[in-house]
């Protein structure tokens, strides 16, 4: 999952709690002493929540779909991919949300750790999380990641098995998702 799955899983709990879901990947380390309580527990949730999607059969099985010489850098892309799910299940083709709008708000008066300092303020300024909703802007984020990697662009030779893969993806995300709700005790929707 990534910002928008994140952040709707965390939409409940305090600005804080949303901010240290939303930064969590920018942060290294075991030890969240230096973080107030509720951001260190976001932090905490994101990493479960990651921990959760990451090792689930549903999403090991996607990964043995992608083509094996890309398989490594697969799991990026279904990160991406599930918030296109995530942004088309909220209906944000149709609409603003007020979540991501409180996301931005949140992400623009507070630092991100240098690891996402770059990348922040362009997800604020472009609007991802709601773009997210169009697949084809999620396939030109997913190349765009790739670009700050080293060497040759590995995401980009995968966007062509997202695309041909699309209905299986969004077969495996239907299924995975309310399991994920249900791990984590979330009512699905408000």
Known sequence: ???????????????????????ADGVKGS?????????????????????????????????????????????????????????????????RSALVLRSYDVLRHRPAPTRLEHMVPALVAQDWLHRYADFDFTCGAVRGIGQRLSGPNRLAELVPWLQEDYVWLERDFRRLWPMLLDELEIIPYD
């Open 31 to 95: 030890d969240l002493s230096a973080w107030p309580g509720a951001v260190a527990g976001g932090i905490r949730h994101h990493r479960r929540v990651d921990a959760y999607v990451d090792t689930h059969p549903i999403v090991r099985e996607a990964r043995s779909r992608a083509p094996r010489p890309q398989r490594r850098y697969a799991g990026i892309a279904l990160d991406l991919v599930w918030d296109h799910f995530v942004a088309r299940e909220l209906g944000l083709h149709r609409r």
């Open 1 to 23: 999952m990534n910002f928008l799955a994140h952040a709707w899983l965390a939409r409940g709990g305090s600005d804080d709690f949303l901010y240290g879901n939303l930064i």
